[in-house]
């Protein structure tokens, strides 16, 4: 069985061949943590962006969209706090030169206690059997309550060194908890510095009169700056949010994992402005609001888990994650935060305008408080391109030459039908004998609602083949009897299954089975 570690590899060197992921500038050996998406990936990508649109904006009465410019007044991030505080604390281990985030460090090693505490419960549960209580094991147990006490004591003296800024402090924590470097094995640690994450450039064509402007590292802001804008011209109710997919870039320093961390990336943001006092009631409906629009694709519910942030933004007063299990672990794929007023308030006074809204119902204006979620789309598409990766083993054939079984495997996407980068493959059986020209006809039938293609090359088998290792749901095959009845085969990505259908009924075969209604409706 291939390790997590293979699985994952293996879905890289996938992505590359089968048209999803490319390296940045590859002939020029690449640009570090900088992908381009190719001819399938750039279909997946939109498909899953139609997704958290059609469910943000079209499904609710009260989010409306919006597409600000990626360069921003710079005023705006003095204002965001990100020129004073988006800055990552960083650690160099002496002996592998590598770099690493004091705080993943900390963090990571206290889900290693975590994991210690579960495999107890595992083993206490299989020893006890069905009068096991997980509950009181978990209240009574002298080890677990030992690995409780020391992951509160590591949390609370990790939040007050955050919250202090002290950076001495977290590099103890590091060496108090005997954390080795993953590379070297060693605890040969330097101090810990801040390094702020954002891109800067210059606008202006003379030196002299340009001045320094940031690529966006959030698509947020520019919600914000439009917030009445929007809130004017859509004569918008309070509660309402605005939404938003867009490039940020941030200059990750430790830039690992394929598309997990990039340094220019895609966001698709939301913000929602709501009565100050209402947003924990806000806060608690889009946690859930988010994880079912994920659970609403099928992957096994286990995949997720929402994780509370220690260390609170500077904007926040309450955060998560939704985090999902990559092949590298559970890690964060949205965050959901409560930001209060501090970003339409630092607004208001930078810039000296008012961004207050007037409550009929109260007769009252204040600035509202806004409840955020988002969600890196190169994060969600590497979660789903993961999950579905499947080797499958199938009934071997036999060698008619040997009459010996031959092995017989494919590697098929599972993707939801509906986010699959190409919907039917049309294949004439032959390019001969009018089979081409039917084929067309059918393909003509489809592509007005559906990502088609249609291929003439190779036995059936092997496109067959090369469809399933991109996600197709469909591939129709056309034969002569489909000049004489109008019939031809369909074949089902998933079962394998084949069946004669009638050319009148691919139109709504294929629709049922694709259309993202259905999965809407869940929501
Ligand atoms: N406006 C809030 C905000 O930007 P964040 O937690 O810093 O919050 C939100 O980012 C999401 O953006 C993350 O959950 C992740 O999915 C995605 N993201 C952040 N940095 C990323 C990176 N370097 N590469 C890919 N995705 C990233």
Known sequence: MATNEDHFKNVISHSKEYGFIFQSSEIYDGLSAVYDYAQNGVELKKNIRDYWWKS????????????????????????????????????????????????????????????????????????????????????????????????????????????????????????????????SGSRNWTEVRQFNLMFSTAMGSVSEDSSVIYLRPETAQGIFVNFLNVQKSGRMKIPFGIAQTGKAFRNEIVARQFIFRMREFEQMEMQFFVRPGTEMEWYAYWKEARLKWHKA??????????????????????????????????????????????????????????????????????????????????????????????????????????????????????????????????????????????????????RFDHMCVMEEKDNIGKRYRRQDAIGTPFCITVDPQSLEDNTVTIRYRDTMLQERVAVAQLKAIVEEKVSMRKVLEKL
């Open 56 to 183: 943000m904006v079209q499904m609710h009465e009260n989010i409306v969209g919006l597409d600000a410019a990626i360069f921003m007044h710079p005023t705006t991030w003095k204002a965001s706090g990100h020129v004073d505080a988006f800055n990552d604390p960083l650690i160099d281990n002496k002996d592998s030169k590598k770099r690493y985030r004091a705080d993943v460090l900390i963090e990571e090693h206290m889900a290693k206690i975590e994991a210690k505490i579960d495999k107890e419960v595992e083993k206490a549960a299989k020893r006890f059997g069905e009068t096991f209580d997980e509950k009181m094991f978990r209240q009574t147990n002298p080890r677990v309550l030992e690995h409780i006490h020391k992951i509160e004591e590591i949390e609370t003296r990790f939040r007050k060194a955050l919250e202090e800024n002290n950076l001495g402090e977290v590099r103890q924590i590091i060496v108090d908890c005997e954390i080795v470097c993953p590379v």
């Open 297 to 446: 694709l099928g992957t096994p519910d286990k995949k997720y888990r929402f994780h509370d942030h220690i260390k609170l933004a500077h904007y926040a007063n309450a955060a998560c994650d939704i985090e999902f299990e990559f092949p590298f672990g559970f890690k964060e794929l949205e965050g959901i935060h409560s930001r209060t007023d501090f970003d339409l308030k630092q607004h208001e006074q930078f810039s000296g305008k008012k961004l207050q809204y007037f409550d009929p119902e109260l007769n009252q204006s204040y600035v509202p408080y806004v409840v955020e979620t988002s969600i890196g789309l190169d994060r969600m598409f590497l979660a789903l391109l993961s999950n579905a990766y499947t080797e499958e083993k199938l009934p071997g054939t036999i060698n008619a030459t040997t009459g010996k079984e031959e092995d017989n495997s494919r590697v098929v996407l599972n993707l939801p039908p509906f986010l699959a980068p190409i919907k039917v493959a049309v294949f004439p059986l032959m390019a001969k004998d009018g089979l081409p020209e039917k084929a067309k006809e059918i393909f003509d039938l489809l």
